[in-house]
C-alpha cells in the first residue's frame, strides 16, 4: 500500500521558535496533501489542504501566518508552526492523496503524526 | 449541525463478542462516501473499510463490516469476534462530492476497550 511518513515524529520545543514537519509520500506522487491536528482524545480537525505548486487552502479559524504550508513537489509537503506557544502543542497529522494510488475509499494515505510539545 | 456523528465516547466488548460502533451522518449530497478509521495509542490512522453511498452492498473487510442503512443516515462498525488488539479509537468519517476532492470530515470518535 502507499506509504506516507512524517519527520520527526516527536518534538519538544521552547516558546517563541518555529518547528517544521516534514510530510512525504515515499511510493507514489500525491497530488493533495492535507494537514490535521489532533487534541488528546479529540477528532482530527483538518487545517489545510495543499495541492502540489499552488498555495494551500486553510480552514477557517486557522491562521495562515502562523501555520506555513508549502508543497512544493508532488512527494513532499512541510507544515512550519511559527513562534510556537504552549497551546500549540498537539498531534499534528498528515495524509496524502492521488487518483492514481489505493482502491475505491482508501483514497487518503495517514502519516503516522508529529507530536508537538511546546514549553 | 455535526455532519458526523457519534454518540458513544467508549465502548467494552467482552474478548471473541461482537460489537457495533454507531455512526450518523448528515450530508445533502448524493454521492459521498462513509469511512471507518482505527486509531491506536501510537497516533497512526488506520484505513479499515469503506462504503460508497452507491453501493447496494454493506462492506465487508474480514471482521469488520458496515451496517449502512442509507435512508437512516448510519453507517455503524460492526467488529466480530473481537481481540484484545482491537482496543483503540475509532474514528467514522464521511466524504461529500460537493466538498474539496478527496476531503474527509470526523467525527468525534469512540474509544473501544475489548476486556480478556
Known amino acids: 500500500g502507499a506509504v506516507v511518513s512524517q519527520h520527526p515524529s516527536r518534538v519538544i520545543c521552547k516558546s517563541g521558535t518555529s518547528v517544521k514537519i516534514e510530510c512525504r509520500s515515499l511510493d507514489f506522487q500525491a497530488t493533495t496533501m492535507f494537514w490535521y491536528r489532533q487534541f488528546p482524545k479529540q477528532s482530527l480537525m483538518l487545517m489545510a489542504t495543499?495541492?502540489?505548486?499552488?498555495?494551500?487552502?486553510?480552514e477557517q479559524g486557522v491562521e495562515k501566518d502562523k501555520f506555513l504550508i508549502n508543497h512544493a513537489s508532488l512527494t513532499l509537503s512541510t507544515l512550519t508552526v511559527t513562534s510556537a506557544h504552549p497551546e500549540d502543542s498537539s498531534f499534528y497529522i498528515c495524509?496524502?492523496?492521488?487518483?492514481?494510488?489505493?482502491?475505491?475509499?482508501?483514497?487518503?494515505?495517514f502519516g503516522p503524526g508529529t507530536r508537538l510539545t511546546v514549553l | 449541525a455535526q455532519k458526523i456523528t457519534q454518540t458513544q465516547p467508549g465502548m467494552f466488548v467482552q474478548e471473541k463478542e461482537a460489537v457495533t460502533l454507531d455512526c450518523t451522518y448528515d450530508t445533502s449530497d448524493q454521492s459521498y462516501g462513509l469511512f471507518w478509521y482505527k486509531q491506536p495509542s501510537s497516533g497512526e490512522m488506520i484505513f479499515l473499510i469503506y462504503?460508497?453511498?452507491?453501493?447496494?452492498q454493506n462492506a465487508t473487510e474480514g471482521r469488520y463490516s458496515l451496517n449502512f442503512q442509507k435512508a437512516r443516515k448510519s453507517a455503524n462498525l460492526v467488529i466480530s469476534a473481537s481481540q484484545l488488539g482491537d482496543s483503540a479509537m475509532y474514528f467514522c468519517a464521511m466524504r461529500e462530492v460537493s466538498g474539496s476532492a478527496r476531503q474527509l470530515t470526523f467525527g468525534s470518535g469512540t474509544q473501544l476497550t475489548v476486556l480478556p
Open positions: 462504503q460508497g453511498s452507491y453501493d447496494e
Open positions: 495524509s496524502a492523496s492521488s487518483p492514481l494510488a489505493g482502491g475505491p475509499g482508501n483514497e487518503q494515505f
Open positions: 495543499s495541492n502540489e505548486g499552488s498555495k494551500a487552502t486553510y
